[in-house]
Protein backbone atom coordinates (compact mmCIF):
# COMPACT_ATOMS: atom_id res chain seq x y z
CA UNK A 1 0.00 0.00 0.00
CA UNK A 2 0.84 3.41 -0.97
CA UNK A 3 1.20 5.80 2.60
CA UNK A 4 -0.01 9.75 0.75
CA UNK A 5 1.98 12.01 2.47
CA UNK A 6 0.50 15.18 2.93
CA UNK A 7 2.80 18.30 3.96
CA UNK A 8 0.56 20.75 6.13
CA UNK A 9 3.61 22.12 7.86
CA UNK A 10 2.96 25.85 8.70
CA UNK A 11 5.79 27.68 7.37
CA UNK A 12 5.06 25.82 4.27
CA UNK A 13 1.34 26.21 2.84
CA UNK A 14 -1.45 28.22 2.68
CA UNK A 15 -4.97 27.76 4.38
CA UNK A 16 -6.39 27.38 0.94
CA UNK A 17 -4.19 23.67 0.60
CA UNK A 18 -4.76 23.15 4.28
CA UNK A 19 -8.44 22.77 3.53
CA UNK A 20 -8.63 20.63 0.11
CA UNK A 21 -5.78 18.24 1.90
CA UNK A 22 -8.01 17.52 5.11
CA UNK A 23 -10.61 17.20 2.89
CA UNK A 24 -8.50 14.68 0.93
CA UNK A 25 -8.03 12.91 4.14
CA UNK A 26 -11.65 13.08 5.72
CA UNK A 27 -12.42 11.58 2.15
CA UNK A 28 -10.13 8.21 2.91
CA UNK A 29 -11.53 7.92 6.87
CA UNK A 30 -15.27 7.85 5.22
CA UNK A 31 -14.19 5.23 3.04
CA UNK A 32 -13.00 3.07 5.82
CA UNK A 33 -9.25 3.85 5.73
CA UNK A 34 -6.86 4.89 8.34
CA UNK A 35 -4.96 8.19 8.49
CA UNK A 36 -2.11 9.38 10.88
CA UNK A 37 -2.59 12.97 11.79
CA UNK A 38 -1.01 15.57 14.21
CA UNK A 39 -2.16 16.32 17.29
CA UNK A 40 -1.02 18.81 20.39
CA UNK A 41 -0.17 14.72 22.51
CA UNK A 42 1.43 12.62 19.91
CA UNK A 43 0.51 11.73 16.51
CA UNK A 44 -2.47 9.49 16.83
CA UNK A 45 -3.56 6.69 14.03
CA UNK A 46 -7.14 7.49 13.06
CA UNK A 47 -10.03 5.49 11.67
CA UNK A 48 -13.82 6.91 11.45
CA UNK A 49 -14.52 5.92 14.84
CA UNK A 50 -18.36 4.62 14.06
CA UNK A 51 -16.86 2.16 11.39
CA UNK A 52 -15.94 -0.96 13.41
CA UNK A 53 -14.51 -2.69 10.34
CA UNK A 54 -11.90 0.42 9.56
CA UNK A 55 -11.62 0.31 13.66
CA UNK A 56 -10.63 -3.29 13.18
CA UNK A 57 -7.58 -2.05 11.17
CA UNK A 58 -5.99 0.15 13.38
CA UNK A 59 -5.57 -3.36 15.48
CA UNK A 60 -4.35 -4.78 13.06
CA UNK A 61 -1.78 -2.44 11.70
CA UNK A 62 -0.01 -1.81 14.92
CA UNK A 63 -0.22 -5.05 16.40
CA UNK A 64 -2.09 -3.51 19.14
CA UNK A 65 -3.89 -6.14 21.88
CA UNK A 66 -7.82 -6.47 21.44
CA UNK A 67 -8.18 -5.83 24.85
CA UNK A 68 -7.16 -2.23 25.07
CA UNK A 69 -9.28 0.52 23.94
CA UNK A 70 -8.87 3.38 22.13
CA UNK A 71 -9.85 6.84 22.76
CA UNK A 72 -12.68 9.32 20.77
CA UNK A 73 -11.61 12.28 19.84
CA UNK A 74 -14.21 14.91 19.03
CA UNK A 75 -14.81 18.11 17.74
CA UNK A 76 -15.82 19.96 21.43
CA UNK A 77 -17.88 19.27 24.29
CA UNK A 78 -20.91 19.63 22.30
CA UNK A 79 -20.44 16.13 20.99
CA UNK A 80 -20.03 14.34 24.09
CA UNK A 81 -24.29 13.83 25.05
CA UNK A 82 -24.30 11.81 21.31
CA UNK A 83 -21.27 9.40 22.82
CA UNK A 84 -21.89 8.99 26.02
CA UNK A 85 -24.19 9.11 29.01
CA UNK A 86 -24.69 9.63 32.12
CA UNK A 87 -22.41 12.65 32.40
CA UNK A 88 -21.80 14.12 35.71
CA UNK A 89 -21.54 17.80 35.52
CA UNK A 90 -17.64 17.61 36.90
CA UNK A 91 -17.04 16.08 33.66
CA UNK A 92 -18.20 19.64 31.67
CA UNK A 93 -17.08 21.32 33.79
CA UNK A 94 -13.26 19.81 33.36
CA UNK A 95 -13.89 19.88 29.18
CA UNK A 96 -14.86 23.42 29.97
CA UNK A 97 -11.68 24.37 31.46
CA UNK A 98 -9.32 21.61 29.08
CA UNK A 99 -10.72 21.00 25.91
CA UNK A 100 -9.76 21.42 23.22
CA UNK A 101 -6.70 20.21 25.02
CA UNK A 102 -4.43 16.81 26.48
CA UNK A 103 -7.05 15.79 29.27
CA UNK A 104 -9.34 12.10 28.18
CA UNK A 105 -12.15 11.79 30.17
CA UNK A 106 -13.48 8.16 30.98
CA UNK A 107 -17.63 8.06 30.83
CA UNK A 108 -20.54 5.87 30.40
CA UNK A 109 -20.70 4.55 26.52
CA UNK A 110 -23.65 5.20 24.54
CA UNK A 111 -24.82 2.01 21.99
CA UNK A 112 -23.44 3.71 19.57
CA UNK A 113 -20.07 2.90 19.87
CA UNK A 114 -19.04 0.16 18.48
CA UNK A 115 -17.51 -2.63 20.82
CA UNK A 116 -14.04 -3.06 18.88
CA UNK A 117 -13.57 1.09 20.02
CA UNK A 118 -14.18 -0.01 23.82
CA UNK A 119 -12.61 -3.35 23.61
CA UNK A 120 -16.56 -4.11 25.16
CA UNK A 121 -16.04 -2.10 28.19
CA UNK A 122 -19.50 -0.32 29.07
CA UNK A 123 -17.27 3.17 29.44
CA UNK A 124 -15.65 5.24 26.73
CA UNK A 125 -12.83 7.34 26.54
CA UNK A 126 -12.76 10.73 24.61
CA UNK A 127 -11.16 13.75 24.32
CA UNK A 128 -11.03 16.96 22.01
CA UNK A 129 -7.47 17.72 20.26
CA UNK A 130 -5.84 20.87 20.58
CA UNK A 131 -4.38 20.96 17.56
CA UNK A 132 -6.10 22.67 14.28
CA UNK A 133 -5.48 19.81 11.75
CA UNK A 134 -6.80 17.50 13.80
CA UNK A 135 -9.80 19.35 14.61
CA UNK A 136 -10.42 20.59 11.22
CA UNK A 137 -10.47 17.09 10.20
CA UNK A 138 -12.44 15.98 12.83
CA UNK A 139 -15.06 18.25 11.75
CA UNK A 140 -14.70 17.68 8.01
CA UNK A 141 -15.85 14.27 8.59
CA UNK A 142 -18.62 15.18 11.33
CA UNK A 143 -17.98 12.22 13.50
CA UNK A 144 -15.71 10.84 16.56
CA UNK A 145 -12.30 9.80 14.87
CA UNK A 146 -11.31 6.27 17.08
CA UNK A 147 -7.06 6.87 17.70
CA UNK A 148 -4.31 5.55 19.37
CA UNK A 149 -0.94 6.81 19.21
CA UNK A 150 0.51 6.21 15.99
CA UNK A 151 3.59 3.94 16.47
CA UNK A 152 4.16 0.42 16.48
CA UNK A 153 2.75 -0.81 19.63
CA UNK A 154 5.20 -1.42 21.83
CA UNK A 155 7.67 0.62 20.70
CA UNK A 156 7.73 4.82 21.70
CA UNK A 157 4.80 7.13 20.37
CA UNK A 158 5.68 9.36 17.76
CA UNK A 159 5.79 12.91 17.56
CA UNK A 160 6.89 13.99 14.14
CA UNK A 161 5.81 12.99 10.62
CA UNK A 162 8.80 11.04 9.69
CA UNK A 163 8.59 9.17 13.04
CA UNK A 164 5.01 8.31 11.78
CA UNK A 165 6.68 7.21 8.12
CA UNK A 166 8.92 5.19 9.97
CA UNK A 167 6.63 2.56 11.48
CA UNK A 168 3.48 2.98 9.29
CA UNK A 169 4.60 3.92 5.84
CA UNK A 170 3.27 1.41 3.95
CA UNK A 171 0.75 0.18 6.40
CA UNK A 172 -1.87 2.94 5.95
CA UNK A 173 -3.68 5.24 3.76
CA UNK A 174 -2.25 8.66 4.49
CA UNK A 175 0.13 10.85 6.57
CA UNK A 176 -0.62 14.38 7.71
CA UNK A 177 2.62 15.94 8.54
CA UNK A 178 1.67 19.07 11.01
CA UNK A 179 5.05 19.48 12.43
CA UNK A 180 6.62 18.30 16.14
CA UNK A 181 3.94 17.75 18.56
CA UNK A 182 4.01 20.73 21.11
CA UNK A 183 3.23 18.59 24.22
CA UNK A 184 4.88 15.58 23.69
CA UNK A 185 3.20 12.76 25.62
CA UNK A 186 -0.13 11.44 25.68
CA UNK A 187 -3.10 12.61 27.36
CA UNK A 188 -4.13 12.48 31.05
CA UNK A 189 -6.64 9.74 31.78
CA UNK A 190 -9.57 10.29 34.33
CA UNK A 191 -11.96 8.12 34.85
CA UNK A 192 -15.35 9.98 35.93
CA UNK A 193 -17.72 6.99 36.04
CA UNK A 194 -16.38 6.58 39.88
CA UNK A 195 -17.70 8.74 43.52
CA UNK A 196 -14.35 10.45 42.93
CA UNK A 197 -12.30 10.95 39.83
CA UNK A 198 -9.32 8.68 39.25
CA UNK A 199 -6.40 8.56 37.80
CA UNK A 200 -6.02 6.09 35.35
CA UNK A 201 -2.90 7.54 33.17
CA UNK A 202 -0.72 10.52 33.82
CA UNK A 203 -0.41 13.01 30.67
CA UNK A 204 -0.13 16.35 29.40
CA UNK A 205 -2.56 17.92 32.20
CA UNK A 206 -0.69 17.95 35.61
CA UNK A 207 -2.86 16.26 38.43
CA UNK A 208 -1.78 19.85 40.24
CA UNK A 209 -4.11 22.00 37.16
CA UNK A 210 -6.82 18.98 37.18
CA UNK A 211 -7.48 19.20 40.94
CA UNK A 212 -7.43 23.25 40.83
CA UNK A 213 -11.02 22.54 39.07
CA UNK A 214 -12.32 19.10 41.29
CA UNK A 215 -10.38 19.01 44.48
CA UNK A 216 -8.39 15.71 45.46
CA UNK A 217 -8.67 13.41 43.09
CA UNK A 218 -7.79 9.15 43.11
CA UNK A 219 -4.31 8.03 41.31
CA UNK A 220 -4.92 4.79 40.47
CA UNK A 221 -2.01 1.63 41.33
CA UNK A 222 -1.05 1.23 37.81
CA UNK A 223 0.18 4.80 37.61
CA UNK A 224 2.76 4.58 40.08
CA UNK A 225 3.91 1.11 39.85
CA UNK A 226 3.78 -2.85 38.21
CA UNK A 227 0.52 -4.22 39.01
CA UNK A 228 1.18 -7.75 40.41
CA UNK A 229 0.08 -10.44 37.84
CA UNK A 230 -3.17 -10.98 37.17
CA UNK A 231 -4.74 -8.25 38.39
CA UNK A 232 -7.05 -6.22 35.82
CA UNK A 233 -6.23 -2.40 35.28
CA UNK A 234 -8.90 0.38 34.89
CA UNK A 235 -6.86 1.36 31.60
CA UNK A 236 -6.37 -1.87 29.89
CA UNK A 237 -4.10 0.11 28.63
CA UNK A 238 -1.93 0.18 31.42
CA UNK A 239 -0.56 -3.62 31.55
CA UNK A 240 2.00 -3.62 28.17
CA UNK A 241 4.87 -2.88 27.71
CA UNK A 242 5.25 0.67 26.26
CA UNK A 243 7.48 2.84 24.75
CA UNK A 244 10.43 0.36 24.89
CA UNK A 245 13.62 2.04 22.60
CA UNK A 246 15.60 -0.94 21.41
CA UNK A 247 18.39 -1.03 23.73
CA UNK A 248 17.44 -2.28 26.64
CA UNK A 249 16.68 0.89 28.96
CA UNK A 250 17.05 1.06 32.62
CA UNK A 251 15.55 3.97 34.40
CA UNK A 252 17.53 6.06 37.51
CA UNK A 253 14.88 7.57 39.77
CA UNK A 254 15.58 10.04 42.65
CA UNK A 255 17.52 13.42 43.40
CA UNK A 256 19.28 14.07 39.59
CA UNK A 257 23.19 14.83 41.44
CA UNK A 258 22.85 11.32 42.62
CA UNK A 259 21.23 9.73 39.89
CA UNK A 260 24.08 11.35 37.75
CA UNK A 261 26.76 9.70 39.81
CA UNK A 262 25.06 6.72 39.90
CA UNK A 263 24.54 6.23 36.39
CA UNK A 264 28.30 7.47 35.36
CA UNK A 265 29.75 4.90 38.09
CA UNK A 266 28.07 1.88 36.40
CA UNK A 267 28.41 2.73 32.71
CA UNK A 268 30.24 1.66 30.21
CA UNK A 269 31.34 3.36 26.86
CA UNK A 270 28.48 1.38 24.83
CA UNK A 271 26.12 2.88 27.18
CA UNK A 272 23.56 6.02 25.91
CA UNK A 273 22.72 8.48 28.54
CA UNK A 274 19.22 10.17 28.61
CA UNK A 275 20.54 12.85 31.31
CA UNK A 276 18.78 16.71 32.08
CA UNK A 277 20.91 19.45 30.15
CA UNK A 278 22.67 20.18 33.74
CA UNK A 279 24.59 16.64 33.39
CA UNK A 280 25.63 16.87 29.97
CA UNK A 281 29.28 17.72 31.00
CA UNK A 282 29.16 14.85 32.88
CA UNK A 283 28.94 12.53 29.95
CA UNK A 284 30.65 14.28 27.10
CA UNK A 285 32.35 11.11 26.11
CA UNK A 286 29.41 9.01 25.95
CA UNK A 287 26.15 8.67 23.74
CA UNK A 288 24.21 11.34 25.07
CA UNK A 289 20.45 12.72 24.11
CA UNK A 290 19.19 15.68 26.51
CA UNK A 291 15.45 16.03 28.22
CA UNK A 292 16.27 19.65 28.77
CA UNK A 293 16.53 21.42 31.99
CA UNK A 294 15.78 19.64 35.07
CA UNK A 295 13.00 22.11 36.08
CA UNK A 296 11.62 22.10 32.65
CA UNK A 297 8.94 19.15 32.51
CA UNK A 298 7.22 20.53 29.95
CA UNK A 299 10.24 20.58 27.58
CA UNK A 300 11.46 16.90 29.06
CA UNK A 301 7.82 15.77 27.55
CA UNK A 302 8.18 17.08 24.12
CA UNK A 303 11.89 15.56 24.54
CA UNK A 304 10.79 12.12 25.74
CA UNK A 305 9.89 10.23 22.93
CA UNK A 306 12.74 11.16 20.59
CA UNK A 307 14.91 10.53 23.36
CA UNK A 308 13.42 6.69 23.34
CA UNK A 309 14.18 6.40 19.62
CA UNK A 310 17.19 8.31 19.37
CA UNK A 311 19.37 5.53 20.28
CA UNK A 312 17.44 3.23 17.77
CA UNK A 313 20.42 4.06 15.22
CA UNK A 314 23.00 3.77 17.14
CA UNK A 315 25.95 0.97 18.35
CA UNK A 316 24.48 1.35 22.19
CA UNK A 317 23.94 -1.51 23.62
CA UNK A 318 21.77 0.00 26.43
CA UNK A 319 20.68 3.12 27.73
CA UNK A 320 20.62 4.74 31.12
CA UNK A 321 17.77 7.80 31.74
CA UNK A 322 17.81 10.10 34.91
CA UNK A 323 14.45 10.42 35.81
CA UNK A 324 12.36 13.37 36.83
CA UNK A 325 10.40 13.54 40.06
CA UNK A 326 6.59 13.59 39.89
CA UNK A 327 5.33 17.44 39.65
CA UNK A 328 4.05 18.64 36.26
CA UNK A 329 4.66 16.89 33.72
CA UNK A 330 7.36 15.15 35.51
CA UNK A 331 4.69 12.21 36.80
CA UNK A 332 3.78 11.64 33.05
CA UNK A 333 7.73 11.46 31.79
CA UNK A 334 8.78 9.40 34.80
CA UNK A 335 5.53 6.91 34.06
CA UNK A 336 6.50 6.25 30.35
CA UNK A 337 9.73 5.84 31.11
CA UNK A 338 9.74 3.49 33.74
CA UNK A 339 7.05 1.20 31.33
CA UNK A 340 9.43 1.62 28.62
CA UNK A 341 12.06 0.17 30.82
CA UNK A 342 9.72 -2.81 31.77
CA UNK A 343 10.27 -1.10 35.14
CA UNK A 344 14.03 -1.77 35.43
CA UNK A 345 14.23 1.18 37.98
CA UNK A 346 17.41 2.03 39.88
CA UNK A 347 15.83 3.80 43.10
CA UNK A 348 19.45 5.97 43.85
CA UNK A 349 18.49 7.50 47.03
CA UNK A 350 15.18 6.43 48.04
CA UNK A 351 17.44 5.45 51.41
CA UNK A 352 20.54 6.12 50.55
CA UNK A 353 21.27 8.34 53.08
CA UNK A 354 25.02 9.31 54.71
CA UNK A 355 25.27 10.71 58.05
CA UNK A 356 28.40 12.59 59.46
CA UNK A 357 28.95 11.87 63.07
CA UNK A 358 31.25 14.47 65.61
CA UNK A 359 31.69 14.90 68.59
CA UNK A 360 33.86 15.04 72.19
CA UNK A 361 34.54 11.84 74.09
CA UNK A 362 31.89 10.77 76.34
CA UNK A 363 28.87 13.05 75.07
CA UNK A 364 27.53 9.84 73.32
CA UNK A 365 28.35 9.29 69.84
CA UNK A 366 28.81 5.58 70.20
CA UNK A 367 25.31 4.91 71.43
CA UNK A 368 24.44 6.84 68.20
CA UNK A 369 26.60 5.05 66.14
CA UNK A 370 25.06 1.66 67.60
CA UNK A 371 21.17 2.64 67.22
CA UNK A 372 22.53 3.71 63.50
CA UNK A 373 23.53 0.02 63.00
CA UNK A 374 20.73 -1.42 64.63
CA UNK A 375 18.56 0.79 62.38
CA UNK A 376 20.29 -1.43 59.51
CA UNK A 377 22.78 1.14 59.05
CA UNK A 378 26.72 0.76 58.09
CA UNK A 379 29.35 2.82 60.33
CA UNK A 380 32.80 3.86 58.88
CA UNK A 381 34.73 4.49 61.34
CA UNK A 382 37.64 7.00 60.16
CA UNK A 383 40.16 6.37 62.72
CA UNK A 384 40.54 2.92 61.48
CA UNK A 385 40.21 4.54 57.87
CA UNK A 386 43.63 6.13 59.19
CA UNK A 387 45.37 3.63 60.02
CA UNK A 388 44.72 1.64 57.23
CA UNK A 389 45.84 4.23 55.27
CA UNK A 390 49.23 4.67 57.37
CA UNK A 391 49.52 0.89 57.02
CA UNK A 392 48.92 0.34 53.21
CA UNK A 393 48.85 3.38 51.23
CA UNK A 394 52.19 3.45 49.80
CA UNK A 395 51.88 7.16 48.28
CA UNK A 396 50.81 8.50 51.40
CA UNK A 397 53.70 7.11 53.44
CA UNK A 398 56.26 8.70 50.61
CA UNK A 399 55.02 12.28 52.24
CA UNK A 400 54.75 11.31 55.52
CA UNK A 401 58.30 10.03 55.18
CA UNK A 402 59.24 13.42 53.65
CA UNK A 403 57.84 15.31 56.59
CA UNK A 404 58.53 13.52 59.68
CA UNK A 405 61.47 11.33 58.95
CA UNK A 406 62.34 11.22 62.65
CA UNK A 407 59.58 8.71 62.96
CA UNK A 408 60.80 5.75 60.67
CA UNK A 409 63.38 3.34 61.03
CA UNK A 410 66.06 3.02 58.87
CA UNK A 411 65.04 0.30 57.09
CA UNK A 412 61.82 3.25 55.91
CA UNK A 413 59.15 1.48 58.29
CA UNK A 414 56.80 3.55 60.11
CA UNK A 415 57.53 4.21 64.09
CA UNK A 416 54.08 4.45 64.62
CA UNK A 417 54.97 5.41 68.32
CA UNK A 418 57.68 7.99 67.68
CA UNK A 419 55.42 9.43 65.01
CA UNK A 420 52.63 10.15 67.50
CA UNK A 421 54.93 11.47 70.05
CA UNK A 422 56.20 13.96 67.67
CA UNK A 423 52.35 15.08 66.96
CA UNK A 424 51.10 15.40 70.13
CA UNK A 425 54.03 17.16 71.66
CA UNK A 426 53.75 19.77 68.73
CA UNK A 427 50.10 21.22 67.73
CA UNK A 428 51.63 22.60 64.05
CA UNK A 429 53.30 18.98 63.38
CA UNK A 430 50.06 17.46 64.12
CA UNK A 431 48.22 20.09 61.76
CA UNK A 432 50.78 19.11 58.71
CA UNK A 433 50.56 15.31 59.62
CA UNK A 434 46.65 15.87 59.58
CA UNK A 435 46.66 17.92 56.09
CA UNK A 436 48.69 15.59 54.48
CA UNK A 437 46.37 12.30 55.59
CA UNK A 438 43.31 13.86 54.79
CA UNK A 439 44.00 14.33 50.97
CA UNK A 440 43.92 10.49 51.35
CA UNK A 441 41.28 10.08 53.32
CA UNK A 442 38.62 12.09 50.63
CA UNK A 443 38.97 10.26 47.66
CA UNK A 444 39.36 6.78 49.67
CA UNK A 445 36.05 7.74 51.57
CA UNK A 446 34.28 8.96 48.53
CA UNK A 447 35.05 5.64 46.85
CA UNK A 448 33.73 3.55 49.45
CA UNK A 449 30.35 5.90 50.06
CA UNK A 450 30.25 5.89 46.08
CA UNK A 451 29.69 2.16 46.37
CA UNK A 452 26.57 2.44 49.17
CA UNK A 453 23.71 2.40 46.49
CA UNK A 454 20.96 1.96 49.12
CA UNK A 455 20.97 2.23 52.35
CA UNK A 456 22.05 4.22 55.67
CA UNK A 457 26.09 4.57 56.29
CA UNK A 458 26.98 7.36 59.38
CA UNK A 459 31.01 8.16 58.88
CA UNK A 460 32.06 9.01 62.09
CA UNK A 461 35.25 10.96 62.34
CA UNK A 462 36.33 13.30 65.17
CA UNK A 463 37.97 15.90 62.37
CA UNK A 464 34.89 15.08 60.03
CA UNK A 465 34.80 19.06 58.98
CA UNK A 466 37.92 20.11 58.90
CA UNK A 467 38.91 16.90 56.56
CA UNK A 468 36.76 17.75 54.46
CA UNK A 469 34.56 14.59 54.82
CA UNK A 470 31.81 16.30 56.26
CA UNK A 471 31.16 17.24 52.36
CA UNK A 472 30.11 13.88 51.53
CA UNK A 473 27.38 13.33 53.81
CA UNK A 474 23.74 14.44 53.33
CA UNK A 475 23.72 15.81 57.05
CA UNK A 476 26.05 16.51 59.17
CA UNK A 477 25.69 15.75 63.41
CA UNK A 478 27.38 17.04 66.55
CA UNK A 479 27.26 14.95 69.55
CA UNK A 480 27.41 17.11 72.12
CA UNK A 481 26.89 17.10 76.35
CA UNK A 482 27.28 19.18 79.49
CA UNK A 483 30.72 18.77 80.77
CA UNK A 484 29.66 17.58 83.81
CA UNK A 485 27.64 14.70 81.86
CA UNK A 486 30.79 13.81 80.60
CA UNK A 487 33.43 14.40 82.96
CA UNK A 488 31.10 11.84 84.89
CA UNK A 489 30.60 9.11 81.98
CA UNK A 490 34.52 9.19 81.28
CA UNK A 491 35.50 8.66 84.38
CA UNK A 492 33.22 5.52 84.84
CA UNK A 493 33.41 4.54 81.19
CA UNK A 494 37.93 4.58 81.95
CA UNK A 495 38.44 4.23 85.47
CA UNK A 496 40.43 6.87 85.61
CA UNK A 497 40.03 10.26 88.32
CA UNK A 498 38.23 12.98 87.60
CA UNK A 499 40.69 15.58 86.73
CA UNK A 500 42.16 13.42 84.00
CA UNK A 501 39.15 12.91 82.94
CA UNK A 502 38.73 16.68 82.97
CA UNK A 503 42.18 17.44 81.19
CA UNK A 504 41.40 14.55 78.48
CA UNK A 505 38.10 16.46 77.72
CA UNK A 506 39.92 19.81 77.80
CA UNK A 507 42.33 18.57 75.09
CA UNK A 508 39.45 18.59 72.81
CA UNK A 509 37.29 21.03 70.57
CA UNK A 510 34.56 22.75 72.45
CA UNK A 511 31.29 21.29 72.16
CA UNK A 512 30.76 24.86 70.79
CA UNK A 513 33.33 24.10 68.00
CA UNK A 514 31.43 21.24 66.91
CA UNK A 515 27.63 22.76 67.32
CA UNK A 516 28.96 25.64 64.47
CA UNK A 517 30.07 23.69 61.93
CA UNK A 518 27.80 20.91 61.89
CA UNK A 519 23.95 20.95 60.39
CA UNK A 520 22.42 19.58 63.32
CA UNK A 521 23.73 19.29 66.77
CA UNK A 522 22.03 16.08 68.86
CA UNK A 523 22.31 17.32 72.73
CA UNK A 524 23.35 14.28 75.78
CA UNK A 525 21.32 16.08 78.55
CA UNK A 526 19.71 13.19 79.13
CA UNK A 527 19.21 11.91 83.00
CA UNK A 528 19.38 8.45 82.07
CA UNK A 529 21.33 6.38 79.06
CA UNK A 530 18.25 4.84 78.10
CA UNK A 531 15.92 8.27 77.70
CA UNK A 532 19.01 9.43 75.47
CA UNK A 533 18.58 6.36 73.87
CA UNK A 534 15.16 6.98 72.61
CA UNK A 535 15.71 10.54 72.25
CA UNK A 536 18.58 9.91 69.84
CA UNK A 537 16.28 7.46 68.21
CA UNK A 538 13.44 9.94 67.55
CA UNK A 539 16.08 12.56 66.69
CA UNK A 540 17.71 10.02 63.68
CA UNK A 541 14.27 9.07 62.42
CA UNK A 542 13.02 12.88 61.90
CA UNK A 543 16.38 13.42 60.31
CA UNK A 544 16.79 10.94 58.40
CA UNK A 545 12.66 10.80 56.77
CA UNK A 546 13.33 14.78 56.30
CA UNK A 547 16.15 13.81 54.17
CA UNK A 548 14.34 11.50 52.11
CA UNK A 549 12.03 13.55 51.16
CA UNK A 550 14.38 16.24 50.22
CA UNK A 551 16.13 14.18 48.37
CA UNK A 552 12.83 12.67 46.05
CA UNK A 553 11.98 16.26 45.31
CA UNK A 554 15.50 17.06 43.81
CA UNK A 555 15.77 19.57 46.80
CA UNK A 556 19.12 21.31 47.23
CA UNK A 557 20.98 20.18 50.62
CA UNK A 558 19.60 23.20 53.04
CA UNK A 559 23.03 23.14 54.99
CA UNK A 560 23.08 25.30 57.45
CA UNK A 561 26.74 26.80 57.23
CA UNK A 562 27.92 28.99 59.97
CA UNK A 563 31.98 29.41 59.56
P1 LIG B 1 -3.32 5.25 23.30
O1 LIG B 1 -4.26 5.67 22.28
O2 LIG B 1 -2.22 4.37 22.82
O3 LIG B 1 -2.80 6.44 24.06
O4 LIG B 1 -4.13 4.37 24.31
C1 LIG B 1 -5.37 4.79 24.80
C2 LIG B 1 -5.41 4.60 26.26
O5 LIG B 1 -6.72 4.91 26.73
C3 LIG B 1 -5.13 3.18 26.66
O6 LIG B 1 -4.21 3.16 27.74
C4 LIG B 1 -6.47 2.67 27.09
O7 LIG B 1 -6.34 1.68 28.06
C5 LIG B 1 -7.16 3.91 27.60
N1 LIG B 1 -8.63 3.78 27.50
C6 LIG B 1 -9.37 3.86 26.39
N2 LIG B 1 -10.67 3.65 26.66
C7 LIG B 1 -10.77 3.43 27.99
C8 LIG B 1 -11.86 3.14 28.87
N3 LIG B 1 -13.09 3.03 28.45
N4 LIG B 1 -11.58 2.98 30.18
C9 LIG B 1 -10.32 3.09 30.62
N5 LIG B 1 -9.26 3.36 29.83
C10 LIG B 1 -9.47 3.52 28.52
MG1 LIG C 1 0.07 4.35 22.68
Known sequence: METLYFDLRATRVKQQDITEKVGEAARILRQGGLVAMPTETVYGLGANALDADAVARIFEVKGRPQDNPLILHLSGQQWLPRYCANIPPLAFALARKFWPGPLTLVLKRRNNVPDIVTAGLDTVAVRCPNHPIALALIRELGLPIAAPSANLSGRPSCTTAEEVMADMGGRIHGVLDGGPCTVGVESTILDMTGPQPRLLRPGGVSIEAIETIVGPITVDKAVTGQLPDGERPKSPGMKYRHYAPRAPLTVFSGAPDVTAREMERRMCPRTGIVCFDEYKELF???????????????????????????????????????????????????????????????????????????????????????????????????????????????????????????????????????????????????????????????????????????????????????????????????????????????????????????????????????????DYELNNAADTPEQFRREAKIFLRRLIEGLQEEKRYGKKKGRVTRE
Do not use: W
Open 284 to 518: QYQETYSLGPYHDTAEQARRLFPALRAFDESPCTEIYAQCPDSRGLGLAVGNRLKRAAGFRVVECDAQRIILGLTGGTGAGKTTVLELIEEMGGSVIDCDKVYHRLLDENEELLFEVRRVFRGAFTIDGKLDRKKLGEEVFAKQDRMALLNRIVYRYMVPYLEDRLGAVVEGLCAVDAVNLIESGLGRLCDATIAVTAPIEVRVRRVTARDGIPEQYARLRISAQKSDEYYRSKC
